[in-house]
């Protein structure tokens, strides 16, 4: 994986760390300690799953102690054995544990992310189906969340409003109907932006169809519907299931012949991997 820049990571670490060391920084640490002492540590996996984060790990120690040394030995998108040894670090030690807990609170947030994502695409291996990620993720956490679904195996849906048009029940609703929002988006937009539109029911195809949207999100449709949409779509447009899917219910609908599968749970629902920092 090629992991994300320093400039994207750096303002969520630094926000974590005042977070956590406050006003007057980590009195714990600072009153046992030595200023000078050195502490060597481990991050290692107590279970398994996929590697994402190690970048913030690095960073919010480096942040503490610009001339710590970080060695990465299973990178991001790993899949990694409980007992597996991520990262050796060396570095002051007041410095290394006051960064302990926004490290490992990154790191095992990512990791669960990507981790929960290998699974859905584990699930559908050998159909056409693609797992994308949604916009339902922490706040101020985006960036982040959506590269450990790539780290995971996954694939990213629009990052934010405003690089892709996506047509919700809501926006047919105010329009008047599919037709009449599509072409709305299709007059209003450069032909760099791609236009996807929801719709919540079979009858609904034929009309988006009709105006040549690039995708067509199947919100909560049935089974055999799903099918039927693919049947009749033919190509025209790439589609995409949505709704309450889950690691029981994925493996159903990319049988369907659907393009792309949504899944809101890769970042709203994810439990964290169980990641600790040992001494070396």
């Known amino acids: 994986m090629t992991g994300l820049s320093d400039l994207i990571i750096e303002p969520v670490v630094r926000a974590a760390l005042a977070e956590d060391l406050g006003r007057a920084g980590d009195i714990t640490s600072n009153a046992c300690l030595a200023p000078d002492a050195r502490f060597a540590a481990r991050f290692a996996a107590r279970e398994d799953g996929v590697v994402s984060g190690l970048g913030c790990a690095r960073l919010a120690i480096a942040l503490m102690d610009p001339v710590a040394r970080f060695e990465i030995v299973h990178p991001d998108g ?40 290998a699974k859905f695409v584990a699930e559908t291996e050998g159909t056409r189906a693609r797992i994308v990620d949604t916009r339902k993720t922490t706040p101020g956490l985006r960036a982040l969340e959506k590269y450990a679904v790539r780290c995971g195996g996954g694939a990213n849906h629009r990052f934010g409003l405003d690089d ?34 929801e719709i919540d029911r079979l009858s609904q195809l034929d009309e988006a169809l009709a105006e040549d949207p690039d995708i067509i999100m199947l919100d909560n449709f049935p089974l055999t519907d799903m099918a039927e949409a693919v049947r009749q779509t033919r190509g025209r447009a790439l589609l995409e299931a949505s709704g309450g899917v889950n690691l029981k219910s994925v493996r159903a609908i990319a049988g369907t012949g659907v393009d792309l599968i949504s899944v809101g749970a890769l970042t709203h629902s994810a439990p964290t991997l169980d990641i600790g920092l040992d001494a070396a």
């Open 78 to 117: 790993a899949h990694v054995r409980a007992g597996a040894i991520l990262a050796k670090a060396d570095a002051n030690a007041r410095a290394l544990l006051a960064a302990e807990r926004t490290a490992l609170n990154l790191l095992c947030r990512l990791s669960g992310i990507a981790s929960l994502t």
């Open 164 to 197: 892709a048009i996506l047509i919700k029940d809501n926006h047919v609703a105010a329009c008047g109907g599919v037709g009449e929002a599509v072409r709305r988006a299709r007059a209003a937009v450069g032909h760099m932006v791609k236009i996807e539109v």
